[in-house]
């Protein structure tokens, strides 16, 4: 905490072990409810398999996000957390709250997005 020029991150480190938790206890729930699902006799195949393929997906964003936010730890420890990976630059104290697993300053994740736009609007 004395070191210098470097971030006191314990507030976000506790943010994303918090969400980290969260989410863990939400994609655990939704596998449970997945086998819940499955071991119903239910006559309309068709919904049940709907069921189980929204669940499925919600259970892997989740995943993808767990991931993301270890990640995020791991650039704190680094010392990498908060810049930009593009740029180099900071990344804006405020992005980091609104998006804690973030890599990229607000400016290069607009122009990709924008660049992902036209690509995407290119295609016909
Ligand atoms: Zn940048």
Redesign the pocket.
Known sequence: MTQTGQHDWAPQIERLQTWRAELLARTTQIDRELDRVLDRDMEDQAIQTEHRDVAEKLGAVGLREIRAIDAALERIKAGEYGI?R??G?DISPERLLAVPTTT??R??AQSHAAKARNMASRGH
Request: aromatic letters at 0%; a negative charge.
């Open positions: 930009c593009v740029c630059g990229e300053c400016d290069c």
